[in-house]
């Protein structure tokens, strides 16, 4: 079986893509050169399933997984990863006053932009379409370049530490979520994820959505907006609660929505990551 993750060899999603295969047998890797690109290995079944980025605890969504799981709708989400991620400055040498360019994928720029801002003002950002890929093209560039990435992307190039740990908030870490073909038995310890929209711009709509959850007492781990991309101020909803979709509690709920939405797709039931879960 073929799980696809973004690549080269080095990336974040590499880690969680080995961190989801460890308890399974027969699955081997195989990797990609964007996101997009990756989730549509899946639907077009050249891949079993791919690990993708979704959300992040300094930046946020990962705007593209989610709308190309509404895109893809033969996909569902099977499971998910929760990985704790250290950004390092690395390059071939460690002055980091020759440092005149920094490569790294938008996410990780982001999730570092104070620390680049208080000391590499002035120094020319330049995105790579992984932090693994910014460390490649370090690796066989000038020593004045340095890249945003793992410790394990600097031992796998071959490059030098010039700062650890560089991400602004402490404790950062990404949800990665397993894009496959569902479904997933309920194993106790689940979490569903949905999309819905609201049939009409009227007061309370949304609020009439997640009284259900209240009166089941159904804990909402996410909700997020994203825009339909048809009119400006129309959103699609995307809502993750714990519990499976076959549970009885949810599933009343679910059907309930039916009725209170003008779409309501399910996205999946899977195990959560407690792992590394507070
Ligand atoms: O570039 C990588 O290493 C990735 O796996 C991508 C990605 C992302 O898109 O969020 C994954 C984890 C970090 O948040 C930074 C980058």
């Known amino acids: 079986m073929k799980l696809g993750y973004l690549g080269p060899q080095g990336t974040f999603s590499q880690q969680a893509a080995q961190r989801w295969i460890a308890d399974k047998a027969g699955w081997e890797l195989v990797s990609y050169e964007s996101i997009p690109e990756v989730i549509l ?36 989400i099977i499971g998910e990863v929760i990985l704790e991620v250290h950004h390092h400055l690395i390059g071939k040498q460690t002055d980091w006053k020759r440092v005149q360019a920094i490569y790294s994928h938008p996410q990780a720029l982001a999730q570092c932009r104070g620390f680049l801002r208080q000391n590499f003002q002035g120094v020319s950002l330049r995105t790579a379409a992984s932090t693994a890929e910014a460390a490649r093209i370090v690796a066989s560039g000038p020593d004045s ?15 030098q530490v ?48 997640l009284e259900e959850f209240a009166a ?63």
């Not at 991400?167 to 194993?187: A, C, L, M, Q, S």
């Not at 689940?190 to 609201?198: P, Q, R």
């Not at 509690?249 to 797709?265: C, H, I, M």
């Open 216 to 278: 089941e007492e159904i804990n909402l781990t996410k909700i997020e907006s994203r825009p339909t991309k048809k009119e400006l101020g129309e959103y699609l909803f995307f809502l993750d609660c714990e519990g499976h979709a076959t549970d009885p509690k949810l599933s009343r709920v679910l059907d309930r929505l039916r009725r209170k939405t003008a779409l309501l797709r399910i996205l999946g039931s899977y195990p959560r990551d407690m792992g590394e879960q507070k």
């Open 145 to 159: 370049w340095a890249a945003i990435s793992s410790r394990f992307a600097a031992e796998l190039y071959g490059l």
């Open 41 to 76: 290995g899946v639907a077009e079944k050249r891949l079993d399933a791919a690990v993708v980025p979704v959300e992040n605890s300094i930046e946020g969504t990962v705007n593209v997984t989610l709308d190309m799981l509404v895109e893809e709708k033969s996909l569902s």
């Open 162 to 209: 010039l700062a650890e740990n560089i991400e602004d908030y402490r404790g950062n870490k990404t949800r990665f979520i397993t894009v496959g073909r569902g479904p997933v038995k309920p194993t106790g310890k689940d979490k569903t994820s949905m999309v819905l929209a609201l049939p009409q711009d009227r007061p309370g709509g949304l609020y009439r959505v």
